[in-house]
Each structure stands twice: as structure tokens, then as C-alpha cells.
């Protein structure tokens, strides 16, 4: 069975940081390419960030590039999304996901981890 399980979410005041992480089981964790997504009250999910399978690219949305770094520990089965300097506007649901073919079609997400960044 295939788990991806979220952690590291919480509150934290603008201008703080948090480090997000995606324990995998259930599949060959180093054959995915990872990704973060989130979704706000009212809003439509949305790209953060996504690796590659041996992390040698990476790719941001323009909303986090400069603030956000997506990592991941092929040993660990574990991604991460290191997020600094945090904005009121990154509140949302995060969410990791694994892509088999690397096309940016996910095929397993976890349940998410709730952000709220306070002004």
C-alpha cells in the first residue's frame, strides 16, 4: 500500500520558517519525481515545487522561488520543502505527491499538513 504522510506544519508569524516532510512507503521512492502543492480556503490547488528522481532538477513556482527549497533523501524515502521567510499568503494546505513518469501526472498525494502563517 502506498503512503505518503506529511509533517511539519503549524503556525508561525510572518517572516518565520518552517521545513515540511513527505515520509514515502509503498513504492520505489527514488523511480518518483516529488512535489508540493497547496491549497487555500477557497482556492484551487496549486504547484510549489516539484524534484526530480535524483534531484538534479528542481523547479518553483515563481510565488516561492527565492524563499522555498525542495530537497529529497533517496536513502530515507523522505522529501522535504524547506519554507523561509513566510508571507500571510502561504496559508494553505500542503500536500507531497509522486509522479512515475516525471510529466507532471501525479499518482499518489497524502492527506496534507495545514500552514498558517499570521501577520
Known sequence: QVQLA????GLVQAGGSLRLSCAV???SFRSYFMGWFRQAPGKER???????????T???AETVKGR???????????????MNSLKP???????C?????GVGHYDYWGQGTQVTVSS
Open 6 to 9: 506529511e509533517s511539519g506544519g
Open 25 to 27: 512507503s509503498g513504492l
Open 46 to 56: 496549486e504547484f510549489v515545487a516539484a524534484i526530480s528522481w535524483g534531484a538534479a
Open 58 to 60: 528542481t523547479n518553483y
Open 68 to 82: 522555498f527549497t525542495i530537497s529529497r533523501d533517496n536513502a530515507k524515502n523522505m522529501a522535504t520543502l524547506q
Open 89 to 95: 499568503e502561504d496559508t494553505a494546505v500542503y500536500y
Open 97 to 101: 505527491a509522486a509522479d512515475r513518469n
